[in-house]
């Protein structure tokens, strides 16, 4: 099992450009998280799927969209990137049972 | 809103001392709460899930124990190894709650 893997591992944006991280993850898990770290803070929630087809806005949704058309894949969209959306962004899975989330290795996202 | 704080924000101890981590949360209407390893430039591994119920759980040379009701919990490690350097998160779910909040992390500097 590759567990949760996230594309691409890096990525350099110019502010107003636009792209699509893609989660994907091979355990079957109903849900699916998007997360962002920045340097002193915890992670915090983008926004979240409890299953095919739904997602829910999280704690800091402003400036992004997501998408979970299949079960296994989970996509967060940036339509006009800003600096302020310079961080690592996290993907995580998890069964219904809300416990352990299994994260991804992270996107190292900069917009200049 | 949940918020968790983790002090020290940074630690350095001799290899084979053991260490003491902290975490303290302002809602104590918890469903659980994990700690976490994070590895420079990787995605998070769980280490220990203590559900709100329970007061400690122990996994090798690894204990957290929870105290609820003072919205707190402590991660201890045994005899530490230069392996054990990592970040350390803690990260508590609120009862009915998808998300988890995270605190900001204990960077641990175990030295040979």
């Known amino acids: 099992n590759a567990g949760v893997t996230q594309t691409p591992k890096f990525r350099v944006l110019k502010t107003g450009q636009s792209m699509t991280l893609l989660c994907a993850q091979d355990m079957n898990h109903e849900y699916m998280y998007w997360y962002r770290q920045d340097p002193g803070m915890g992670l915090r929630l983008i926004h979240y799927s409890v299953g095919e087809g739904t997602t829910a806005k999280g704690e800091v949704p402003d400036g992004y969209n997501v998408s979970r058309l299949k079960k296994q894949n989970f996509l967060l969209g940036l339509e006009s990137a800003a600096p302020s959306q310079t961080s690592v962004y996290f993907c995580?899975?998890?069964?219904?049972?809300?416990?352990?989330?299994?994260f991804g290795p992270g996107t190292r996202l900069t917009v200049l | 809103k949940q918020e968790v704080t983790q002090i020290p924000a940074a630690l350095s101890v001799p290899e084979g001392e053991n260490l003491v981590l902290n975490c303290s949360f302002t809602?104590?209407?918890?469903?659980?709460l994990q700690w976490f390893r994070q590895d420079p430039g990787k995605g998070l591994t769980s280490l220990l899930l203590i559900q709100s119920s329970q007061r400690e759980q122990t996994s090798g040379r690894l204990n957290a124990s929870l105290d609820k009701s003072s919205g707190r919990s402590t991660l201890y490690i045994a005899a530490s190894q230069p392996g054990d350097s990592a970040t350390y998160l803690c990260?508590?779910?609120?009862?009915?709650?998808?998300?988890?909040?995270f605190g900001a992390g204990t960077t641990v500097t175990v030295r040979a």
């Open positions: 809602d104590s209407a918890i469903y659980n």
């Open positions: 990260a508590v779910r609120r009862s009915g709650d998808y998300k988890l909040s």
């Open positions: 995580a899975s998890s069964p219904p049972i809300l416990d352990t989330q299994y």
